[in-house]
């Protein structure tokens, strides 16, 4: 690894850090993150009770909610404040109380201030749960630099 790439990474880290110590929603379900690089994120959760819709099935906003956060740690890590500007999500298998559910978010293609991103949810066993493609616009602004160095 370059010291330019891995001076990438450790910001990709540093951000994926602050976003996810200041988002109180990610943080009130659980979310964790499980790998985090350049343009790409793992994150992690456990369907609760709590979290469980009238069919005992894990809410989609629940879900949604999971891939969102992954794609927002992808789409900032490089520390260009980036939001969502549109989601479309595919829920292809239902999950239920106690799935451990691991969001992979893949950037697909960057061009000037928009972002493509793909994020696959799945449960343990490694069964698509949903599908999710984001688009992201970047705003100015910065997540970490020049707030702490690294």
Do not use: W
Not at 15 to 40: Q, T
Not at 95 to 108: F, H, I, W
């Amino acid at each position: 690894m370059t010291d330019e790439t891995s001076q990438a990474q450790r910001l990709a880290v540093a951000v994926a850090d602050f976003l996810l110590a200041h988002d109180k929603a990610a943080c009130g379900l659980g979310i964790s993150v499980f790998r985090v690089g350049i343009g790409s994120a793992i994150m992690k959760m456990t369907v609760r009770s709590d979290m469980l819709n009238a069919f005992d099935i894990c809410h989609g906003g629940v879900v949604t909610a999971l891939a969102d956060t992954a794609f927002a740690v992808a789409c900032n890590s490089y520390d260009q404040l980036a939001v969502a500007s549109c989601i479309s999500v595919d829920f292809t298998k239902p999950a239920r109380e106690g799935d451990c559910l691991t969001a992979t978010a893949t950037e697909v293609a960057t061009t000037g201030r928009t972002g493509l991103y793909d994020v696959e949810v799945t449960n343990q066993d490694g069964l698509a749960v949903a599908v999710f493609r984001g688009r992201s616009a970047r705003i100015s602004g910065r997540t970490v630099l020049p707030k702490k160095p690294l």
